[in-house]
């Protein structure tokens, strides 16, 4: 009997670890530290005479980790390949069987969605070979996109500047979020009111309000200025008030299904405000494996990349007991919960994203994890189980009241509504977060029956103006994406980073905005490959990729059928194209000879160039200013960026002075001692000097220890508000 050890490989030491406190003494486990192959970064890599076929080479940092795989193999009795269970995962691994392949060694493929004792066994008592379709799916994808970015980008560099890239999912990622900044550039606000009537039956004290709708007999009823409001506000105000319909509706409401890769995302931006490429990172690090306390190396959740909601039966079962135990038999339905989700080309294979197990509460888990693991872990955790919780019910009651103006026979239609929650169900553990505000629930109405006569109190008139389509947050743009099948689990994250990176988009607040340089690249690829940056032709590519992995099409002839009409584009292109300079003004002046200073990009990125150039070849460092002045040495404070491209604050007079804070400075000195206040956690601000911690409004408007905030905004006009008085006053002399 061979007293060799079974080889597994892997992608990284994390899970290598994991699975090494699975697998026993018998298996040895090695890290290939992601892809061993890949295309040259300084050449095309790809053979256009040859059927397509790619050049693949092993990178220079990845030698030594291939030369020790290799004698790993060497010295080993079989080999089996564990890689992640999707189309990237079963490239690697081919790749690793091409880099190391020893003399008639077996190489076995095992396949698993959870690092669980259970699932690993099952996995290497099942080992198959190699899936080709779905190698050859995901070479086809890698060859796609070298076609179109080494072709394009260089176009870019010549008729724009250096270090542009173009990509089939970035270019149409970034074109949705150029079309949505031109319908909001287009849109003319629209000027409405609204009339809201506050109520009480005749013979009561408590209020209510009821929003006009319409007119009574159905006709549709538009308040265009504050005019129209106000000569409506006047009929209202003569108007006699009796309630024409009351129904009550019971309403039932479902959990979300479990996450896909996709609502992950949306989610935890929703939620948690992490970035894709956060969330990602982080779910991987809850997938392959952390040190739980006695229990050592454990993976916590299934498989992050998947677009199916399907569960195992058993993870069901699990889960439906701990609900029975936690919250009680009136929260579990009669039956399991099964979910269906219509995403294009979804792997049914794949499970949803879960917890291994129900029974690791996220609060008995804490202190073994870190603060952005703990809070995706429980999630993850609450998603899971509330999917298998009960409904929650509502009794939604609607009023309708009619509001009689007797000189003119005219009668309108106001309505109140409130919804009740009867049972709270799932949402008693968690509820999924909307992208935009949603419309409240009104307040508990009093008990009105048809035929109640009701008084006014009081009329509120609003102005109100039409809005324009939000800005894409990570999540919409997400979901967008998705829903028009661009890109796949994998590449949602990476896409949202490189238009950031190349600098096409920036965050306002939280949403996506195209940068002036975003704008005349998309520009340009609209114009000239009009096909890539085509939402609907990137998806027929996807499918196109789909039907490679599934159905084994020829995936030569569905990069032939691409690369011929872009071929033609590119010689196009090539010919016609015009020359664009980018170049941002500034309010600085040249040292030299006084001209304006332009941003201009090199290789290592922006820096301050003389509009006057050639004449004048004065160059100075970009520096982004923030407006306060350096505590050490009185100069500017400028945004920088670290090696790990995260953003601190320094003084401009570096290196001659060093202060350096991670935190944002703000303008306002410290209300205690004068010092520099940072931005520090929320909407806190933190003296440097002192350490005095205080709301950020707070500090602005009142100094220590005072509340005072600003001032809301009213939309009421002075002639609304008069309205409101008047009409209070007249409800009082009414009851006196």
Known sequence: MSSKKKLVIVESPAKARTLSKLLGSSYSLKASMGHVRDLPRSQLGVNLEEGFAPEYVVPRAKAKIVNELKKAAKAASAIYLATDPDREGEAISWHLKQVTQPNRKPYRR??????????????????????????????????????????????????????????RVQSVAVKIIVDREREIEKFVPVEYWTIEAELAKAAGKATFRALLIRLADGTKLEIHNEKEATELGEKLEKASYKVSKVSTKKATRHPAPPFITSTLQQEAWRKLHFPAKLTMSVAQELYEGLPIGKEGMVGLITYMRTDSTRVARSAIVETREFITKKYGAEYLPAHARSFTRAVKGAQEAHEAIRPTKIKREPEFLRQYLSNAQFKLYQLIWKR???????????????????????????????????SVNT????????????????????????????????????????????????????????????????????????????????????????????????????????????????????????????????????????????????????????????????????????????????????RFGKFLACSGYPDCKQTKSFQVKVGVKCPQCGGEIVEKRSRKKRTFYGCSNYPDCTFATNFKPLPQPCPKCGGLLTAYRGNLAKCIKCQFVGKVGEVIEGGVGETKAPAKPTTRTKKATKKRSTSKAKAKRAKS
Request: glycine fraction near 4%; proline fraction near 6%; include cysteine.
């Open 423 to 602: 049972f709270p169900g799932f949402m008693l553990l968690y509820t999924e977060s909307k992208d935009e505000a949603e419309e409240k629930p009104g307040p508990t109405l009093p008990q009105l029956t048809k035929g109640d006569r009701l008084k006014l109190i009081e009329l509120f008139p609003e102005q109100h103006f039409t809005k324009p389509p939000p800005r894409f947050t990570e999540a919409t743009l997400i979901k967008m994406l998705e829903q028009w099948g661009i890109g796949r689990p994998s590449t949602y994250a990476p896409t949202l980073s490189t238009i950031q990176d190349r600098e096409y988009v920036a965050k306002t607040e939280g949403r996506f905005q195209p940068t002036e340089l975003g704008f005349v690249v998309n520009d340009l690829l609209a114009k000239h490959f009009p096909d890539i940056v085509d939402i609907n032709f990137t998806a027929y590519m996807e499918d196109e990729l789909d039907k490679v992995a599934n159905e084994n099409k020829d995936w030569v002839l569905v990069i032939q059928e691409f690369y011929t009409p872009f071929e033609k584009s590119l010689e196009s292109a090539a010919e016609l194209m015009e020359k664009v300079t980018v170049e941002e003004a500034t309010d600085e002046v040249c040292p030299k000879c006084g001209k304006p200073m332009v941003v201009k990009f090199g």
């Open 110 to 167: 095992v396949v698993f969605h959870e690092i669980t004792k259970e699932a690993i066994k099952r996995a290497f008592d099942h080992p198959h070979s190699i899936n080709m379709q779905l190698v050859n799916a995901q070479q086809a994808r890698r060859i796609l996109d070298r076609l179109v970015g080494y072709k394009i980008s260089p176009l870019l560099w010549q008729k724009v500047r250096r270090g542009l890239s173009a990509g």
């Open 384 to 418: 899971m189980v509330a999917s298998q919780m009960a409904a929650a019910t509502f009794d939604n009651t609607t009023v309708d009241i009619q509001a009689r103006h007797s000189l003119s026979n005219t009668s309108y239609l106001l309505r109140a509504t409130s």
